[in-house]
Each structure stands twice: as structure tokens, then as C-alpha cells.
């Protein structure tokens, strides 16, 4: 299995996954013809997308599903709930609930907890090797915390630094309140937290994901998780908004 977050934050998130013979996003927060684009700057075309699993229909995480689903063969895999409140045609589409299979690939859905109608978080297997993709959640179930633990692959939201967010005059109280708040982002702590205790030897690769550019630096960021989870040989990357990372090998 193959990873690259092709862009991650407010102003748009989507991540690409591929096994031997699945190829999937996760969220088209860009508008097509971007994601287009980014898909092939890694090689990949974008007729070959076979699904799309969508986190929630907040605009930074559906911007280019539309659009996407009708040009290209790509499935939109969504709640009946994420449907509605979507509130547009897509041409090709399946409701899930905990379980889907697209050939070589399982995806588990997570329920998260934001201020949207519906939102879930994702484990992708393939060849018993797992990925977590989490963002967007003012917390994390305690229910789902045995399912989370020991994978190869985190992508976990660290979305702000506390004090810089309460601090950011250019925030007022109630959406600050709203960010910290059990329906709103995970900060740097709450990321560092969970990740401390989901961790084990299987796990490789953590990205931190959605940072936020206001309220929040990469520097910042890692810093918290390390000094949580003290040295091991854990491989940590920061997931950007302008530009993808590498394709990581899981």
C-alpha cells in the first residue's frame, strides 16, 4: 500500500491511496481539475480512481466531488446522511455504513464527532497492513480506541497550538470556542494523547494532518507529538495545503 496527502487544511484536504490494484481517495476538498492535476504529478490517472471516501460535506473536504464523479469513474462513498445534507446530484455513488470492499482493499469507517450532520474518520487495510485517517473530531471515541491501536500508518488532524489560537486577536471567542469545543478540531495535544496511546511496534508512519495556518506551526506541532511519544522509529511528516508529500510505502 501507497500513500500521499495531496493537500491538507482548510482551504481544501484530499489523500490518495493505492494497493496492487485499487486506487482510492479519501475527501476531493480541491476542485477537480486540482486534484487532476496533483494525481498526475504522481503518475497516476485520474480515470483509474475507483472510489472516494468522504470524511463529512464541509466544503474544504467535497469542493471537487461533483465534478470529479462526473468526469471520471471514480464511486462516491458516503452516509445517506453526508448524501443529503450534500445536497447534489452525484452520478455514481454507494451509501456505507462500517464495512466496504473494493477489491484488494477494506475501509472501516470511525465515527468522528464535527459540527457537520455526519462525519467519520477511516482504517484502510490491504495485505494486513492498516492506515488511520482521522481529522476533523473534537475527540476520539474511547469505543474505537482498541480498533485504533498498533496500526502501520496514522494520519491523524493537529490542527492548533492552544495558545495561539486563544491568543489569535483575529478569532472571536465563540469560534474559538467552537474549534476547541467536542464537535471541533484536535490541537496538538489531543493528537500528541491519542497518539501515545494507539502507537505500537507496527507502527511506521504518522502524518500530522490539517494543521491550521493561523493558529498552528509545523515546528509547533511536531514538537508536541515527540515530546509525547519520546524517540522511537516512528517516521513523521507534516501534511501541507500548497504541496503533497512524498508517496510513502506502508
Do not use: W
Not at 476538498?29 to 470524511?55: A, Q, Y
Not at 465534478?67 to 446522511?81: G, R, S
Amino acid at each position: 500500500m501507497r500513500v500521499c496527502v495531496l493537500a491538507s487544511g482548510s482551504k481544501g484536504n484530499c489523500c490518495y491511496i493505492e494497493t496492487k490494484q485499487t486506487k482510492i481517495l479519501i475527501d476531493i476538498g480541491l476542485n477537480s481539475l486540482t486534484t487532476e492535476r496533483k494525481l498526475k504529478e504522481i503518475n497516476v490517472d485520474p480515470d483509474e480512481i475507483e472510489g472516494i471516501f468522504i470524511t463529512h460535506t464541509h466544503k474544504d473536504h467535497v469542493e471537487g466531488l461533483r465534478v470529479f464523479n462526473k468526469k471520471h469513474k471514480a464511486k462516491a462513498y458516503l452516509t445517506e446522511i453526508m448524501y443529503k445534507e450534500l445536497n447534489q446530484e452525484l452520478k455514481n455513488y454507494e451509501f456505507i455504513n462500517d464495512k466496504t470492499i473494493i477489491k484488494d482493499i477494506t475501509v472501516t469507517a470511525i465515527k468522528t464527532s464535527h459540527d457537520a450532520e455526519d462525519s467519520n474518520g477511516y482504517i484502510i487495510e490491504n495485505e494486513e497492513k492498516e492506515v488511520v485517517y482521522i481529522t476533523d473530531t473534537g475527540y476520539i471515541n474511547i469505543k474505537n480506541h482498541k480498533l485504533l491501536k498498533n496500526k502501520n500508518m496514522y494520519i491523524l488532524e493537529s490542527n492548533h497550538d492552544v495558545e495561539m489560537l486563544m491568543n489569535n486577536p483575529n478569532y472571536p471567542y465563540h469560534i474559538k470556542q467552537r474549534i476547541l469545543g467536542d464537535k471541533g478540531h484536535l490541537s496538538n495535544k489531543d493528537s500528541s494523547y491519542y497518539l501515545k496511546k494507539f502507537i505500537g511496534d507496527n507502527t511506521k508512519h504518522i502524518i500530522l494532518a490539517h494543521l491550521s495556518e493561523h493558529n498552528n506551526t509545523d515546528e509547533l506541532a511536531l514538537k508536541t507529538l515527540k515530546d509525547t511519544i519520546g524517540d522511537n522509529n516512528i517516521d513523521i511528516t507534516v501534511a501541507y495545503q500548497e504541496k503533497q508529500t512524498e508517496l510513502i510505502e506502508v
